[in-house]
Each structure stands twice: as C-alpha cells, then as structure tokens.
C-alpha cells in the first residue's frame, strides 16, 4: 500500500480569492488540482467552465485534473484540452460511446478517466478498463460539495482493483466525495491511489496541515 495522492476539490475553494487558494495548492504536499465542471443538466447545479480552468491553469505548478459532469462531453474535449486540463475525465453515464470519447481524450495529449456514479457497476469498465489512465469513483452523488461518504464505494474500490489486476491494466483509482481521514484511510486500505477532497480540506483550519495529513494516510 502506497501512499495516496491528494487532488483538492476547488469547488470548495473562496471564489473571491481563487488565486490565494491555488497559491496554497501550489505550496502544499498536493499532487493534482480537482476541477469539478456542472453544467445543470447532468448534475442538479452549474459550477464554472472552460474560461476558469484557464485562468487557473496560468498559475498552477500541479497538474490539473478536470472532472466533467456534463451532456454531450466530447463537444468540451478540445476546450479543455487548450485550457490546461492533463487528465479528463468524463461519466460513464454521460457517453453512450464511450470507446470513442476515451480516444478522443487521448487525441488531445491528455490522461482519459471515466467516472462513475454510486449506484454503476465497477463490471461494466471490463470491456475498455485497458484503454484508461483513471477510473473515478463518486461516493457521493455528484452536483455538490460536502456531502455523506456512502459507504458501498469501499466495496466498489476493491472490485475496481480486482478488475485491473485480471486485466493487467494500470489504471489509477480515485475517488470523489465525503473523503476525510476517516473514510480517506478506509478507501487506501481497500486499493485507492487517488484522494479528492473539497469541503474537508477548504473548511479547515489550516489547509496545508490538512493536505500533509491525507498524505500520511
Ligand atoms: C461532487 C464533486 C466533488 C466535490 C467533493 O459533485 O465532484 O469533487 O467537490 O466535495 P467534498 O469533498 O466536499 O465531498
Ligand atoms: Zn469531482
């Protein structure tokens, strides 16, 4: 068991001062930038776009990890590839074909990660588990931030890491929602790589400490 990479959620970031909290990223033990993309309509709420994530990408010294939860993804893929993104990932539930939105990521230059929502099979990635750099777990319903770990998703990490150990794939495995160091350490005991936190780490007191804490998990 390897230690976890940490990717904030600047979701939870201060929107006022987007540029202080990128500058604590930068400063921190953190290994990416979660950007979290909502477009109303695959997900009850709206976030920010492409323009954003190109504004941080200016200032970022951390890769950023762009988190699509919209329709019609592949339409975005070009955009986001320009604005900086080094890993994209799309949902499951989003791309009927998914094959072709994966190596239309990959056409850009960036990682391909798919996503999926609590209540989808880990089993129905065996078919392209070997075409991805990332598979993302939500263990919370996607849309918002600072919502209740379901509990299942530690199951889900294990069929995950079982599915990529058959298949001699080499995915990473993240993970997305209610992650702290109570279910943070539970998800890396089970087989995750990759930890995203928004609310728990903007919300504290001190959000270096809290990044170096997840680390030591
Ligand atoms: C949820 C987003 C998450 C969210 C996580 O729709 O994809 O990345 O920001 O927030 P926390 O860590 O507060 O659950
Ligand atoms: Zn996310």
Redesign the pocket.
């Known amino acids: 068991m390897s230690k976890p990479l940490i990717a904030p ?1 600047i ?2 970031a201060d929107f006022t001062r987007l540029g202080n909290d990128i500058a604590m990223i930068n400063q921190s033990q953190a290994d990416y930038i ?1 950007c ?1 993309v ?1 477009d109303g309509v695959f ?1 009850p ?1 709206i976030s920010f776009g492409i323009p954003v994530v190109k504004q941080v990408n200016k200032i970022a010294q951390k890769p950023l990890d762009v ?1 699509l ?1 919209i329709v019609e993804p592949d339409k975005y893929v070009e955009a986001f590839a320009k604005a900086g993104a080094d890993i994209i990932t799309v949902h499951y539930e989003a791309c009927p074909h998914l094959h072709r939105s994966v190596q239309h990521i990959k056409s850009q230059g960036v990682k391909a990660s798919v996503c999926l929502n609590p209540h989808t099979p880990v089993a129905l990635l065996e078919d392209i588990i070997n075409e991805l750099d990332m598979v993302l777990l ?1 263990s ?8 209740k ?1 379901i509990e299942n998703t530690c199951k889900k990490v294990e069929q995950l890491r079982d599915l990529i150990n058959r298949n001699n794939a080499h995915c990473l495995i993240e993970v ?4 702290n160091l109570e279910t943070g350490k539970k998800l890396v005991q089970a087989g995750a790589n990759i930890l ?6 903007f919300r504290s007191e001190n959000p270096q400490q809290t990044i170096a804490d997840m680390k030591r998990l």
């Open positions: 959620s979701l939870s979660h979290d909502m997900v709420n988190h939860m939500m919370v319903n996607p849309g918002f931030g600072g919502q770990f997305d929602g209610g992650v995203v936190a928004g609310s728990f780490v």
